[in-house]
């Protein structure tokens, strides 16, 4: 079974500029997460997905980070425009709800905002 | 939800059994618990999930006392390869709830 595949694996952006990442959940999966990491915490819920539609956007910067999940299934989370404390790994990650609580996690996109 | 507290970081030598305690006083009845396991460079791992009382699967065990405000993760014979960053996390049976990851707990296995 595939797993998530996320791209690109590394950014370098400086801020003010634009940046976005996509990702391809496990094949079935009706749900999809986006995560931020930052260095030395844990991951941190920007929005959830179910199908295409939001369940969870409670902690999105919505002034500046937007998603959508294009007919349910691939998902891009987009940064517009970027600021230095968004500098952190961003992870998607999907379920299928077959187990509590059992998400698989991508290898995430590690973004440098300069 | 829950919130959990968990040790920042815990030491272990190869070979040993490694136990990490977890505390989530206000459980809620639906509430499973979970663990994730996070390697540097990588996104988290499901590790192990449970209710109450034993759950044991080929990687790890986990304790989970009658009044569910604690749990514990044990590990046994940990190898260098265990040294990772390990998560406790509380959710509801929902299946597609929230979860909330704190800082976790780093394991450093040393040789």
């Known amino acids: 079974e595939a797993g998530v595949a996320q791209s690109p694996r590394y950014k370098i952006i400086e801020k003010r500029q634009s940046v976005a990442f996509w990702c391809n959940p496990i094949s079935g999966h009706a749900t999809l997460y986006w995560y931020q990491q930052i260095l030395g915490q844990g991951p941190k819920l920007l929005i959830q997905?179910?199908?295409?539609?939001?369940?969870?956007d409670s902690q999105l910067p919505k002034d500046r980070f937007s998603a959508e999940r294009l007919k349910g299934v691939d998902s891009t989370l987009k940064i517009q425009p970027a600021k230095l404390e968004d500098s952190a790994v961003y992870l998607c990650?999907?379920?299928?709800?077959?187990?509590?609580?059992?998400?698989?996690f991508g290898p995430g996109t590690r973004l440098t905002v300069l | 939800l829950a919130k959990t507290t968990q040790p920042i970081s815990m030491d272990s030598y190869e070979g040993q059994e490694v136990n990490i305690t977890c505390s989530h006083n206000?459980?809620?009845?639906?509430?499973?618990i979970t663990w994730y396991q996070q390697f540097p460079s990588q996104g988290p791992r499901f590790i192990i999930q449970?209710?109450?009382t034993k759950v044991t699967n080929e990687v790890a065990s986990l304790f989970i006392p009658a009044d569910r405000k604690s749990s514990t993760l044990s590990l046994p014979r940990v190898s260098l390869s265990d040294t990772a960053v390990y998560y406790c996390l509380v959710g509801d049976s929902l299946g597609y709830s929230t979860l909330t990851f704190g800082k976790g707990t780093m394991l450093l296995v040393s040789p």
């Open positions: 997905f179910q199908n295409n539609g939001v369940v969870d």
């Open positions: 449970g209710y109450k």
């Open positions: 206000n459980i809620a009845t639906n509430d499973y």
């Open positions: 990650a999907s379920s299928s709800g077959q187990t509590y609580n059992e998400q698989f």
